[in-house]
């Protein structure tokens, strides 16, 4: 669950910066 909590979240700040 751990890892894909953390690959959400970099997906939500990728988003932020694109």
Same mark, same amino acid.
């Given at each position: +669950?751990?890892? +894909?909590? @953390? @690959?959400?979240? =970099? %997906?939500?700040? +990728? =988003?932020?910066? %694109?």
């Amino acid at each position: +669950l751990a890892p +894909l909590v @953390k @690959k959400v979240s =970099e %997906d939500r700040v +990728l =988003e932020m910066v %694109d």
